[in-house]
């Protein structure tokens, strides 16, 4: 009886939140692909994320980030190999992530190649001529044999951008890509690669046919539309710009469905897109702090976390912690925006555009409409994964399987169509977040030599669905002791 009381207790609450705690990759037939961040186990206290942390059940993929490249050799390297591998007593964390895979069979573990300190030179080089790429797709062979992952994610950012870049490297990445694929097929590897959403990015990066052909993922990096690079207030990842935007230009468009949108009318296969969502905020400095209106200026300088040290940049559990943590001088404002589709929080000068359970399942529920691949998340140890500041571990995780397993309930029901990929310029929803630069790719950042914790670039619907089960729950809830409690007397 009390045990079923306080079960009743336990559900109740985490519905409250919305969140459906029986929700993971079993629930649905869409990609959650996740990207570990192998030097997060370097973070202090309790930002230090080890892949022992990881929750096979949330992922279908996860992703191990960074391994190099040898700009000699144009082989693939490990960065961190007393982190990654076990020589001379390291920690290993290659061979404790593919021990998940015992634990969920439908694991794919891949490792990812590239990021943005990496630079995009030696990249452009290694894909200049087919002795290069030869060298480099043995060394890949090698490398995954060797350790046992299950395919490459290549991040190269960007094709013909950056220093070092050329204008044929897009031309030589389809190449690269289309020998690499030849290659993979033979023994069942996956191949993907992670993609800037800025369509400037996109134009002189990719042949969007051609990629979609060799990759089985295309993993959109749908977020650092803005930052504070950008000198001007905006959103990491809005979903939409105002209906009467003045960007009516394509090409300058900055928001999750415009890089959709644009992608697909480019040639992209939608049930190969997965769109990204970071697991982090863009901070920025007022330069008034009674101006907050997206396009408001900044002073050009995002204060740090304590975990993830790195100016403009603050993981989700850093964010959750900063609106939990009530004390003096500390007095965030957290809002909602309701053309992008995301919140942002402010106290004094500071300014902060992020992602919560609700934009996320936003955005899953975007992905599952359009007919598309899935949703990939930058990355799960910024999620609350302690948890410090929720009632569950990986909240932004469980939003997306919960909402994800929602939406697979809801195509179901009688009466409604089976959810198609959209032909490539339809879209679905008619007010399409605001309008700036296109996510900066120039080498004119800070942040390209400096060797800190740098990263990735590197429905209102899941609250009702959450409801609906939520009742279904306490309806249960007050039956099960009826029951029990009956069962007893006789
Ligand atoms: C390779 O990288 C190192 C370190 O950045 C640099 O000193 C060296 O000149 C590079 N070599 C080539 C062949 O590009
Ligand atoms: C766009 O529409 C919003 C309301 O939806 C309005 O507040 C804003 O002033 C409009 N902006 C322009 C440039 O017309
Ligand atoms: C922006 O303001 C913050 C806080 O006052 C300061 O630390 C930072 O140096 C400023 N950045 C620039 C570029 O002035
Ligand atoms: C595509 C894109 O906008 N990438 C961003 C990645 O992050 C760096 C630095 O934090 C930005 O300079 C890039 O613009």
């Given at each position: 009886m009390l045990k079923s009381l306080s079960l009743c207790l336990i559900l109740a609450c985490?519905?409250?939140?919305?969140?459906?705690?029986?929700?993971?990759?079993?629930?649905?037939n869409k990609v959650v692909a996740c990207y570990v961040a192998g030097w997060s186990a370097y973070r202090p206290n309790n930002g230090a994320f080890t892949v022992d942390n990881i929750d096979p059940m949330l992922c279908t993929h996860i992703i191990y980030a960074f391994a190099g490249l040898d700009n000699v050799t144009y082989s693939i390297k490990s960065l961190d190999s007393f982190l990654d591998t076990e020589e001379g007593g390291g920690r290993g964390q290659y061979k404790k992530v593919m021990n998940f895979k015992k634990k969920q069979p439908r694991l794919k573990v891949t490792i990812a190649i590239g990021g943005w300190n990496e630079g995009s030179g030696k990249y452009s080089d290694m894909a200049e001529t087919p002795e290069n790429r030869r060298l480099f797709i043995n060394s890949v062979l090698a490398f995954i044999k060797k350790h046992g992952f299950d395919g490459l994610d290549m991040d190269w950012e960007y094709p013909g951008s950056r220093v070092g870049s050329r204008p044929v490297d897009r031309e030589n990445f389809a190449l690269l890509l289309k020998e690499m694929r030849t290659e993979f097929d033979k023994s069942g590897l996956i191949l993907t690669a992670?993609?800037?959403?800025?369509?400037?990015?996109?134009n002189r990066a990719y042949d969007v046919p051609a990629i979609t052909q060799h990759l089985h993922y295309i993993h959109i990096m749908a977020y650092d539309y803005h930052g504070s690079w950008d000198f001007q207030i905006g959103?990491?990842?809005?979903?939409?710009?105002?209906?009467?935007?003045?960007?009516?230009?394509?090409?300058?468009?900055?928001?999750?469905?415009?890089?959709?949108?644009?992608?697909?009318?480019?040639?992209?296969?939608?049930?190969?897109?997965?769109?990204?969502?970071?697991?982090?905020?863009?901070?920025?400095?007022?330069?008034?702090?009674?101006?907050?209106?997206?396009?408001?200026?900044?002073?050009g300088t995002g204060f740090q976390g304590p975990y993830t040290r790195e100016d403009?940049?603050?993981?989700?559990?850093?964010?959750?912690?900063?609106?939990t943590t009530k004390k003096e001088?500390?007095?965030?404002?957290?809002?909602?925006?309701?053309?992008?589709?995301?919140?942002?929080?402010?106290?004094?000068?500071?300014?902060?555009?992020?992602?919560?359970?609700?934009?996320?399942?936003?955005?899953?529920?975007?992905?599952?409409?359009?007919?598309?691949?899935?949703?990939?998340?930058w990355a799960i140890d910024n999620d609350d994964f302690m948890?410090?500041?929720?009632?569950?571990?990986y909240p932004l995780l469980r939003a997306i399987n919960a909402e994800l397993k929602a939406a697979s309930i809801d195509s179901m029901k009688p009466g409604q169509a089976p959810v198609t990929p959209k032909s490539k310029d339809s879209n679905s929803d008619p007010n399409s977040g605001h309008d700036k630069k296109p996510g900066q790719t120039s080498d004119t950042t800070s942040s390209e030599d400096s060797?800190?914790?740098?990263?990735?670039?590197?429905n209102k619907s899941g609250q009702a669905s959450g409801i609906k089960v939520f009742?279904?729950?306490?309806?249960?809830?007050v039956l099960t002791p009826v029951i029990f409690t009956f069962s007893i007397l006789h």
């Open positions: 985490s519905y409250a939140t919305g969140l459906d705690l029986d929700a993971d990759v079993n629930s649905h992670a993609i800037g959403a800025a369509p400037q990015t996109i959103h990491n990842a809005p979903l939409r710009l105002p209906v009467n935007s003045s960007t009516v230009d394509l090409e300058l468009r900055l928001s999750v469905e415009d890089t959709i949108t644009y992608l697909l009318k480019l040639g992209a296969s939608p049930e190969k897109l997965v769109v990204g969502i970071p697991f982090y905020g863009r901070t920025f400095t007022l330069v008034d702090r009674n101006l907050r209106d997206i396009g408001s200026a900044s002073n403009g940049f603050l993981g989700y559990n850093e964010i959750c912690k900063e609106l001088g500390n007095e965030w404002v957290e809002q909602w925006d309701d053309v992008a589709q995301v919140p942002y929080m402010y106290n004094g000068e500071k300014w902060v555009s992020f992602d919560n359970q609700r934009s996320v399942a936003i955005k899953a529920r975007y992905a599952f409409n359009q007919g598309l691949g899935g949703l990939m998340v948890p410090e500041c929720s009632n569950v571990r060797d800190n914790d740098i990263e990735h670039g590197h009742s279904l729950n306490l309806l249960l809830c």
